[in-house]
């Protein structure tokens, strides 16, 4: 994917060390699908039916939740996070949508000319934590990702029963014509959040599941990010998802102790919370003021967004799966995704695996012939024995699990895979069987090149961490900024590099 502005959090004088995503310069990644062409598979690719997908749930738990261990983030803290200036930004701006004055900016970074800012250019700001969220879990993880508890619930059913105006919504995404329940679908795929508590936000926002006529203002921010340009379901989902991924998985893992409320205001994540709750949190944060916060945050109410959720669904922890990823989670094998005897170049290490905010969980390669986003004659080919769960705008998704379901056990997704000889899904391949070629269709890209990335049960995974990405020993190590970082097998080093230069980023299969 195209190397996202990202604001990164990092230590206030003697107060707080944290890294996160924030909301203010993040861009929603929105693929461009190509109309796919009849795939021409080599004869070795069978297509078989998966089997029923299986997983074991833990039992549900009796009576209120047991918080999770406190957080260091607290009410009082001095937050500091670093913007990165965009094309068109000026201090004032960037004062105003951060909440600080230009002053204050300027005195923080010592600007000696404040009309003289950059692209590219990286300012400090600093916030003070003004309160807390309240210490209540709300939804278990597995109601916000994308998992074993997303098999059971068909949506395009549901939204049917409801009869409301997503039933009957139609949008053109990137000049495909789709139904609401399909947006819904596509947007649960591609982030890995799950569709209940996107048709909740939905629901509760813009009355879309239930409503026959939503008011106007609902009709145009039905997930309620109200901004210029910002008009519709699809880019209003896109937005959603990446807010609750920011927030479930900077809670996740340990990098984002804190929610920005609409106007401004900055909470510390209240003591006790799951990561599913932070993701939740964090998404309602967003579409509330001081004010309106504590009514919508709370676990019932009027204007509490989860009466809305059991309403449509009842119990959030009936849904209960537990822990998503367990402790001692091993990572299958996996090869190369290119073919014997190739050199690839290694042009992109650690990062988002899906929009700012996910886990640097992706890796990104290119072959020797790349000019530009020309699709490439050279096969990316299968890490691992699997059925093709996808393949659609450039997005090849891999179930590596029995149950031959993306949303259990692991899987892989390969992106910016061209329409031209695409697996199809329902194949089942081996180990570097073809999947397709290289291309820049499916989200973002400068150049043809492909982005891997892996889940388990449907839970985006680092790259580096307690499961480490191994590719035939290549070993990813993340780097102090995104797409930095390294592959390492023994004593072999490679680092990412925009280039082809065998001894630098070069690696042979």
């Not at 996910?358 to 024995?385: I, K």
Request: proline share 8%; net charge negative.
């Amino acid at each position: 994917m195209e190397r996202p502005l990202r604001l990164a959090c990092i230590a206030a004088c003697a107060t707080l060390l944290l890294a996160c995503t924030s909301t203010s310069n993040s861009e929603t990644p929105i693929p461009n699908p190509t109309p796919a062409a009849a795939p021409a598979i080599p004869s070795d690719v069978t297509k078989s039916p998966a089997p029923t997908p299986t997983a074991t749930r833990h039992p549900i738990p009796v009576g209120t939740p047991t918080l999770d261990p406190p957080r260091l983030v607290r009410a009082g803290n001095t937050l500091t996070v670093t913007y990165t200036v965009r094309r068109g930004d000026t201090l004032s701006g960037i004062a105003y949508a951060t909440g600080t004055t230009p002053d204050e900016l300027q005195r923080l970074n010592g600007l000696g000319n404040p009309n003289a800012l950059q692209v590219g250019q990286q300012l400090l700001i600093r916030r003070p934590i003004e309160g807390h969220t309240p210490s209540i879990k709300l939804i278990p993880d597995s109601e916000l990702v994308n998992g074993p508890t997303a098999v059971e619930f068909d949506a395009a059913a549901f939204v049917a029963q409801q009869g409301g105006y997503l039933s009957r919504y139609t949008e053109v995404v990137a000049g495909e014509l789709l139904t609401g329940v399909q947006i819904v679908r596509r947007v649960s795929e591609q982030f890995s959040v799950h569709p209940r508590i996107l048709l909740a936000a939905l629901e509760y926002v813009g009355g879309w599941v239930t409503q026959a006529q939503p008011g106007a203002d609902q009709l145009r921010y039905p997930l309620g990010y109200k901004r210029t340009n910002q008009e519709g379901l699809n880019v209003q989902l896109n937005w959603a998802a990446l807010r609750l991924n920011e927030g479930y998985y900077g809670w996740r893992l340990n990098t984002r102790g804190y929610v920005r409320l609409d106007d401004g205001a900055y909470l510390a994540i209240g003591e006790g919370v799951n990561a599913g709750t932070a993701g939740l949190q964090n998404y309602l944060a967003a579409i509330s003021t001081s004010l309106d916060w504590p009514a919508i945050a709370q676990d019932d109410g009027e204007r509490a967004f989860m009466r809305t959720y059991r309403r449509l669904f009842g119990n959030p922890w009936q849904y209960d799966f537990g822990p998503l990823v367990p402790d001692d989670l091993q990572q299958p094998p996996l090869v190369l995704p290119w073919r014997k005897g190739e050199m690839w170049y290694f042009t992109g290490g650690p990062h988002s695996t899906w929009g700012p905010g996910t886990p640097w969980g992706a890796l990104d390669f290119t072959s020797v012939n790349v000019a530009g986003c020309t699709e490439l004659q050279d096969w990316v080919t299968a890490v691992a024995d699997g059925v093709i769960t996808r393949s659609v705008r450039g997005e090849v998704g891999q179930s590596l699990d029995p149950s031959g379901d993306e949303r259990v056990g692991w899987s892989v997704l390969y992106l910016h895979i061209g329409s031209r000889n695409r697996v199809p899904a329902g194949a089942w391949v081996k180990a570097g069987d073809p999947i397709g070629h290289p291309s820049c269709e499916g989200g973002l890209a400068q150049a043809a090149h492909l982005h891997l990335a892996r889940k388990y049960n449907g839970e985006w995974i680092n790259a580096q961490g307690a499961v480490p990405f191994d590719l035939e020993g290549w070993v990813a190590v993340e780097g102090a900024r995104e797409y930095n970082g390294a592959l390492v097998k023994g004593e072999l080093r490679r680092e990412p590099c925009e280039c082809k230069y065998p001894d630098l980023n070069g690696i042979t299969r």
